[in-house]
Protein backbone atom coordinates (compact mmCIF):
# COMPACT_ATOMS: atom_id res chain seq x y z
CA UNK A 1 0.00 0.00 0.00
CA UNK A 2 1.49 3.55 -0.69
CA UNK A 3 2.45 5.78 1.77
CA UNK A 4 0.62 9.32 1.92
CA UNK A 5 0.32 12.45 4.11
CA UNK A 6 -3.41 11.51 4.51
CA UNK A 7 -3.85 14.59 2.37
CA UNK A 8 -5.58 13.74 -1.15
CA UNK A 9 -4.63 16.53 -3.76
CA UNK A 10 -7.19 17.10 -6.54
CA UNK A 11 -5.84 19.23 -9.50
CA UNK A 12 -6.47 19.74 -12.86
CA UNK A 13 -4.02 18.94 -16.06
CA UNK A 14 -3.81 19.78 -19.46
CA UNK A 15 -0.62 18.21 -20.36
CA UNK A 16 0.06 15.84 -23.08
CA UNK A 17 -3.49 15.82 -23.88
CA UNK A 18 -4.27 17.91 -27.05
CA UNK A 19 -5.51 20.48 -24.67
CA UNK A 20 -8.15 18.60 -23.02
CA UNK A 21 -8.32 18.97 -19.45
CA UNK A 22 -8.20 16.48 -16.88
CA UNK A 23 -8.69 16.21 -13.52
CA UNK A 24 -6.42 14.46 -11.36
CA UNK A 25 -6.78 12.53 -7.82
CA UNK A 26 -3.54 11.62 -5.89
CA UNK A 27 -2.79 10.64 -2.39
CA UNK A 28 -5.49 8.44 -1.80
CA UNK A 29 -3.43 5.66 -0.59
CA UNK A 30 -5.52 2.74 -1.52
CA UNK A 31 -4.72 -0.55 -2.85
CA UNK A 32 -5.19 -0.59 -6.72
CA UNK A 33 -8.72 -3.23 -6.56
CA UNK A 34 -10.25 -0.18 -3.97
CA UNK A 35 -8.63 3.12 -5.66
CA UNK A 36 -10.36 1.76 -9.11
CA UNK A 37 -13.83 1.13 -7.16
CA UNK A 38 -12.96 4.50 -6.25
CA UNK A 39 -12.40 5.83 -9.77
CA UNK A 40 -15.45 3.97 -10.85
CA UNK A 41 -17.50 6.13 -8.15
CA UNK A 42 -16.22 9.08 -8.90
CA UNK A 43 -16.29 8.90 -12.56
CA UNK A 44 -20.28 8.11 -12.15
CA UNK A 45 -20.69 10.53 -10.19
CA UNK A 46 -18.93 13.61 -12.93
CA UNK A 47 -20.83 11.64 -15.69
CA UNK A 48 -17.66 11.09 -17.40
CA UNK A 49 -14.88 8.83 -18.56
CA UNK A 50 -11.66 8.30 -17.27
CA UNK A 51 -8.96 5.79 -15.97
CA UNK A 52 -7.35 5.03 -12.99
CA UNK A 53 -2.80 4.02 -13.07
CA UNK A 54 0.08 4.12 -10.96
CA UNK A 55 -1.91 5.00 -7.90
CA UNK A 56 -3.85 8.00 -9.38
CA UNK A 57 -7.75 8.76 -10.45
CA UNK A 58 -7.59 10.76 -13.85
CA UNK A 59 -11.60 11.98 -14.93
CA UNK A 60 -12.21 13.35 -17.85
CA UNK A 61 -12.89 17.26 -18.07
CA UNK A 62 -12.80 20.08 -15.40
CA UNK A 63 -14.87 18.08 -12.15
CA UNK A 64 -12.32 19.73 -9.56
CA UNK A 65 -14.89 20.98 -7.48
CA UNK A 66 -17.27 18.44 -7.74
CA UNK A 67 -14.50 15.67 -6.59
CA UNK A 68 -13.39 17.73 -3.55
CA UNK A 69 -16.93 17.49 -2.77
CA UNK A 70 -17.83 13.97 -3.39
CA UNK A 71 -14.09 13.20 -1.66
CA UNK A 72 -14.92 14.79 1.03
CA UNK A 73 -18.44 14.11 1.78
CA UNK A 74 -16.76 10.74 2.16
CA UNK A 75 -14.64 11.77 5.07
CA UNK A 76 -11.84 12.86 3.08
CA UNK A 77 -9.26 15.86 3.44
CA UNK A 78 -8.57 16.87 0.28
CA UNK A 79 -6.83 19.96 -1.07
CA UNK A 80 -6.74 21.88 -4.41
CA UNK A 81 -3.25 21.56 -5.91
CA UNK A 82 -2.37 22.86 -9.24
CA UNK A 83 -3.95 26.24 -10.69
Request: hydrophobic share 35%.
Amino acid sequence: MPVTDGIVRVSRETKGRNGKGVTLVKGLGLEPVALAQLGKQLKAACGSGGTTKDGVIEVQGDHCERVIGWLQARGHTVKRAGG
